[in-house]
Antibody, heavy 121, light 110 residues
Framework: QVQLQESGPGLVKPSQTLSLTCTVS??????????WSWIRQPPGKGLEWIGY???????YYNPSLKSRVTISVDTSKNQFSLKLSSVTAADTAVYYC?????????????WGQGTMVTVSS | QSVLTQPPSVSAAPGQKVTISCSGS????????VSWYQQLPGTAPKLLIY???KRPSGIPDRFSGSKSGTSATLGITGLQTGDEADYYC???????????FGGGTKLTVL
């Protein structure tokens, strides 16, 4: 059973770049027609899709964040990563990594436990 | 303001049935598959329904999904206190080229 674990700084200063990593265990990030995703949830609010990288390497980003987001894969470490630049307090959220396409081609099948990131000086 | 509209809250007694609606448009629900997620307090979301009405292995048949036109519905029968959670619908929006979620519905089992 594939499992995901997010890691990264819990506190980021305004205007800096938020960097998170999702480590995949129980399976290879190189296998399957999956899409490796990032989704966030501000405190007390709903879910917001950030973007995903498809198994082919193609990336798809939320238009509202596209200018600041980069999602990449490191197959040697079985990880995928999120970089969000020029952060503000509005980027404070729990960040989840998730996989789409494992059992459901059009849904997020497996989620990490999430990691809280606070943007504050 | 979410692209998909859900009621903020619903409630029902243990053993009863509840439905949660998710309203969208032709660019999202109308032409794409809908999925539903359950988020228990303090935990990550979990896939409950995919492809409008399919359940992943391990999800009890008390949970069901349906879609008609530009709306989708999650149904839960035989409510249990353990079903108290936030429920989200989600789908791809072809006009926005973006995955969208509903604002979430808090289920209270009285």
């Amino acid at each position: 059973q594939v499992q995901l674990q997010e890691s990264g700084p819990g506190l980021v200063k305004p205007s800096q770049t938020l960097s998170l990593t999702c480590t995949v265990s129980g399976g290879s990030i190189s296998s399957g027609d999956y899409y490796w995703s990032w989704i966030r949830q501000p405190p007390g609010k709903g879910l917001e899709w950030i973007g995903y990288i498809y198994y082919s390497g193609s990336t798809y980003y939320n238009p509202s964040l596209k200018s600041r987001v980069t999602i990449s894969v490191d197959t040697s470490k079985n990880q995928f990563s999120l970089k969000l630049s020029s952060v503000t307090a509005a980027d404070t959220a729990v960040y989840y990594c998730a996989i789409g396409g494992v059992i459901a081609p059009f849904a997020f099948d497996i989620w990490g436990q999430g990691t809280m990131v606070t943007v504050s000086s | 303001q979410s692209v998909l509209t859900q009621p903020p809250s619903v409630s029902a007694a243990p053993g009863q049935k509840v439905t949660i609606s998710c309203s969208g448009s032709s660019s999202n629900i109308g032409n794409n598959y809908v999925s539903w997620y359950q988020q228990l307090p303090g935990t990550a979301p979990k896939l409950l329904i995919y492809d409008n009405n399919k359940r992943p292995s391990g999800i009890p048949d008390r949970f069901s999904g349906s879609k008609s036109g530009t709306s989708a519905t999650l149904g839960i029968t035989g409510l249990q206190t353990g079903d108290e959670a936030d429920y989200y619908c989600g789908t791809w929006d072809s006009s926005l080229s973006c995955w969208v979620f509903g604002g979430g519905t808090k289920l209270t089992v009285l």
